[in-house]
């Protein structure tokens, strides 16, 4: 069964198009809501993303449609997705709008303005902990919340599980906004240079990110400030990088750098907050450094794992590899966004596809019932997510 899916974002703090993030680079709320998109035209269905966009036009078999020239809404799946600006989706109210099938789709753990309003059927999160954030501050019941990952973007296939023989081993990255931890990362660059001066640090990304204006960085040795840049483009440059540096205090929602990262086999170090915990096996993927990041201590730990990691290629290698597997890439992603549909809509999955519920497959955190789709295992009692399905 394929799906007529209308993904509406009233955001308008940021103009984009369908091209954005892979010519001139974006946010993870843009990023993910274009990828989604994109990946659900590849299995089959029709869809059309109506946002803050200057014209319509297609891109990847994707419809854009500026918001201004939306009057009203006829579709069977309905998206309603707000990650930044004023977060309100009460817009949609003043719309008529026709659907089989209606949820919320949010990024953060700010509250959302028109959210009963808009009488959705499901509310999608992107993790675990903003599961509980919705639940035990949001007052949502947990039976209506559905966590769903984001992805990283695969554009060739496979090449996670490649070796690159161009890595710079001294070659750390930080990718994102100044605020989740820039200062750190500069502050770890010159601890590990004191060692060796062959370290350097990559700046990607930049205030941009968010809407805002493009800032100088203060020059010093071993700094590269390379802004924001294609997706495309930046996939490229973590191929060839180490570790990627995410000390931080801002809780993260999820963390597509942190994935995109992983997938091209950097060596990810980050604080455990919001969902980085859970998207990060310590010590088996990635590393998590408790700590204030901005105390020279939690800094000089990390300088110090960073250097013993260059000292033990094995051990570096195994973890490096483990992150390349860790990742599920927007195709794995759509597929589940799918299954959750038809199970909804049609009753289960179609004839000898996997989607269904199974009594075996056993929620460890209130017994229920799991639906198993493509990515993990999701609680239909309280709504949580497991990638390691339990059970027989």
């Known amino acids: 069964m394929k799906y007529r899916v209308t993904i509406y974002c009233p955001d308008q703090h940021l103009l984009y198009e369908g091209r954005t ?74 719309l008529q709008v026709k659907n089989r099938w209606r949820e919320v789709w949010i990024g953060g753990v700010s509250p959302v303005g028109g959210l009963e309003e808009v009488n959705y059927d499901l509310l999608i999160v992107p993790s675990n902990f903003i599961h509980g954030v ?88 071993g700094v590269f400030y390379r802004g924001l840049v294609g997706q495309r483009r930046l996939a490229e440059e973590l ?27 950097n060596l990810v170090i980050a604080s455990p907050v919001g969902a980085l915990g859970e998207i990060i096996r310590d010590g088996h993927d990635g590393f998590l450094v408790a700590g204030d990041h901005g105390q020279e201590d939690t800094q000089k730990r990390v300088a110090a794992l960073i250097l013993d990691l260059l000292r033990c290629p094995e051990r570096a290698g195994k973890i490096r590899r483990s992150a390349m597997r860790a990742p599920m890439d927007w195709d794995t992603i759509a597929r589940a966004w799918e299954g959750r549909w038809r199970w909804a809509l049609e009753g289960g999955a179609e004839p000898g596809r996997a989607p269904n519920v199974d009594d075996r497959c056993i929620c460890p955190e209130c017994g229920g019932a799991q639906l198993r789709l493509e990515d993990g295992g999701h609680c239909t009692r309280c709504g949580k997510f497991e990638r390691e399905l339990k059970g027989s």
């Not at 639940?135 to 996670?160: L, T």
């Not at 000390?247 to 929602?253: D, N, T, V, Y």
């Open 239 to 265: 191929k060839q990088s180490s570790v990627l540096l995410s000390l931080q205090s801002i809780p993260e929602a999820f963390g597509i750098s942190v994935v995109e990262a992983m997938a091209a086999g």
């Open 134 to 221: 919705v639940r035990d501050q949001w007052r949502v019941p947990a039976h209506r919340i559905f966590v769903a990952y984001n992805g990283f973007q695969n554009y060739k296939k496979r090449f996670r599980l490649r070796p690159n023989p161009r890595r710079n081993l001294y070659r750390l990255v930080y990718t994102g906004h100044p605020s989740k931890g820039l200062e750190t990362a500069r502050a770890i660059l010159r601890l590990t240079r004191m060692e060796d001066p062959r370290f350097e640090l990559h700046i990607f990304g930049g205030n941009r990110l968010w809407g805002g204006v493009e800032q100088e960085v203060e020059q010093e040795a």
């Open 21 to 94: 993030p892979d010519e001139q680079g974006v946010g993870g709320g843009v990023t993910a809501r274009i990828r989604l998109a994109q990946a659900l035209v590849r299995l089959g269905h029709e869809v059309s993303v109506i946002a803050n966009v200057p014209r319509c036009h297609v891109y990847a078999g994707v419809r854009f449609q500026p918001l201004a020239e939306t009057g009203g809404i006829d579709t069977d799946i309905l998206v309603l997705n707000t990650t930044g600006g004023r977060l309100d989706l009460s817009p949609v109210l003043g």
